[in-house]
């Protein structure tokens, strides 16, 4: 899954500088038309990296509590073998 997700970053971020010279083209040109159709394109842009950010956030966070639930147990059989009953 990381692997795809660095992918998938790498592929955006190549997107994005494309993005950028079409701002600066359309800028330039001063075609209103064409820079109606490029803010949808970055509206769209935008909304995909909202979502593979939110979808970075939950899988940190289930990381976090499997690692968390991990160190909890380790402590728990550290104890049991340190102090048995």
Not at 13 to 39: H, I, M, R, W, Y
Not at 56 to 67: D, G, M, P, Q, S
């Amino acid at each position: 899954m990381f692997k795809c997700s660095v992918e998938l970053q790498k592929q955006l971020e190549g997107q994005c500088e494309q993005e950028l010279e079409d701002a600066k083209k359309v800028s330039e040109s001063g075609n209103t038309p064409e820079a109606l159709q490029f803010s949808k394109r970055l509206t769209d842009s935008v909304e995909v990296c909202k979502a593979i950010a939110d979808q970075k956030i939950a899988l940190a966070t289930e990381t976090y509590k499997r690692v968390r639930n991990l160190c909890f147990a380790f402590t728990v059989m550290h104890l049991i073998i340190a102090f048995p009953p």
